[in-house]
């Protein structure tokens, strides 16, 4: 926790594609984040959530997640929560965009022309569904050519993508995508030093607006009130502490930026559902 909203992930420039499975939700992705490399979610079994721009879409066995270079999310494992994530640079398709220029549309066009989850009613998910585990069986066999057949696939998919799932623009979704970048610079700040007191005016001041509009373009984007944010932010660094160490509580709660312990107590129960004691004795 603490670290910018922005992730780098390190993917090998002989070829920026990488393909597994989690299971859960990593504590650094139940914050919220962007990063530059394009992001491909296949639900293979269990339930959750993903919170993108603001947006909240509950997630079931079989549904598929694209995450464009901008998109602001984070993950919720509801149980079982198994994800094939696959992430990529756009120069892998590259080749392929000179005699495609739409093909990354998906991405691109992503909460304009395109909805980060799919339709999953549309008689074309089986077929994409199929591609992704064929990618993923090519990619952990490494057998000759396979990052040719990949490649081949990815492009084949994101095609169907572009001709099956594709919607008119709104004016809406055209002023959200506008803000991302306000929002975007002040998680950045938020994430540099969670445990600080942030007051709603040092928080607008950082992007030059007043209190209320800045409030209300931020929840509109992030899905909670800057405040709200914050302590949740606090409160995902206390339980990762609480699990990983055998710190006391009293210190934890210090280094997390609450006051007094009293105060903590009575935060963390209300927003996590049970005691730090309970949490650190479910270990």
Same mark, same amino acid.
């Given at each position: 926790?603490?670290?910018?909203?922005?992730?780098?992930?390190?993917?090998?420039?002989?070829?920026?594609?990488?393909?597994?499975?989690?299971?859960?939700?990593? *504590?650094?992705?139940?914050?919220?984040?962007?990063?530059?490399?394009?992001?491909?979610?296949?639900?293979?079994?269990?339930?959750?959530?993903?919170?993108?721009?603001?947006?909240?879409?509950?997630?079931?066995?079989?549904?598929?997640? /694209?995450?464009? #270079?901008?998109?602001?999310?984070?993950?919720?494992?509801?149980?079982?929560?198994?994800?094939?994530?696959?992430?990529?640079? *756009?120069?892998?398709?590259?080749?392929? &965009?000179?005699?495609?220029?739409?093909? /990354?549309? *998906?991405?691109?066009?992503?909460?304009?022309?395109?909805?980060?989850? =799919?339709?999953?009613?549309? #008689?074309?998910?089986?077929?994409?569904?199929?591609?992704?585990?064929?990618?993923?069986?090519?990619?952990?066999?490494?057998?000759?050519?396979?990052?040719?057949?990949?490649?081949?696939?990815?492009?084949?998919?994101? !095609?169907?993508?572009?001709?099956?799932?594709?919607?008119?623009?709104?004016?809406?979704?055209?002023?959200?995508?506008?803000? &991302?970048?306000?929002?975007?610079?002040?998680?950045?700040?938020?994430?540099?030093?969670? !445990?600080?007191?942030?007051?709603?005016?040092?928080?607008?001041?950082?992007?030059?607006?007043? *209190?209320?509009?800045?409030?209300?373009?931020?929840?509109?984007?992030?899905?909670?009130? #800057?405040?709200?944010?914050?302590?949740?932010?606090? =409160?995902?660094?206390?339980?990762?502490?609480?699990?990983?160490?055998?710190?006391?509580?009293?210190?934890?709660?210090?280094?997390?930026?609450?006051?007094?312990?009293?105060?903590?107590?009575?935060?963390?129960?209300?927003?996590?559902?049970?005691?730090?004691?309970?949490?650190?004795? !479910?270990?």
């Amino acid at each position: 926790m603490g670290t910018v909203a922005r992730d780098w992930l390190d993917l090998a420039k002989a070829f920026p594609f990488d393909i597994a499975d989690t299971e859960g939700v990593f *504590p650094d992705f139940n914050r919220l984040h962007w990063h530059d490399s394009l992001e491909i979610n296949y639900v293979k079994r269990g339930a959750g959530a993903y919170l993108i721009n603001g947006t909240t879409y509950a997630l079931q066995e079989g549904d598929i997640v /694209l995450l464009g #270079p901008s998109d602001l999310h984070r993950a919720f494992d509801k149980g079982g929560l198994v994800l094939q994530v696959t992430v990529f640079d *756009p120069a892998l398709l590259a080749a392929d &965009q000179r005699y495609d220029p739409e093909l /990354l549309a *998906p991405f691109v066009e992503m909460g304009l022309r395109f909805d980060n989850v =799919l339709d999953r009613t549309h #008689p074309k998910m089986r077929e994409l569904r199929a591609i992704l585990l064929d990618m993923q069986a090519e990619h952990d066999a490494k057998s000759a050519s396979y990052r040719t057949i990949i490649r081949a696939q990815m492009a084949r998919f994101l !095609a169907y993508v572009n001709r099956h799932f594709s919607k008119s623009a709104t004016q809406a979704s055209i002023d959200v995508r506008s803000k &991302q970048p306000l929002v975007r610079s002040v998680l950045e700040e938020i994430h540099r030093d969670p !445990a600080r007191a942030w007051t709603l005016q040092e928080l607008a001041d950082l992007i030059h607006l007043s *209190p209320s509009r800045f409030s209300a373009i931020f929840k509109q984007i992030v899905g909670l009130s #800057p405040l709200n944010y914050c302590i949740e932010i606090r =409160l995902g660094q206390a339980v990762h502490l609480l699990e990983t160490t055998d710190r006391k509580i009293i210190d934890i709660a210090a280094e997390c930026g609450f006051r007094n312990l009293s105060n903590f107590n009575r935060v963390f129960v209300q927003h996590v559902g049970r005691t730090p004691s309970q949490v650190r004795g !479910a270990q």
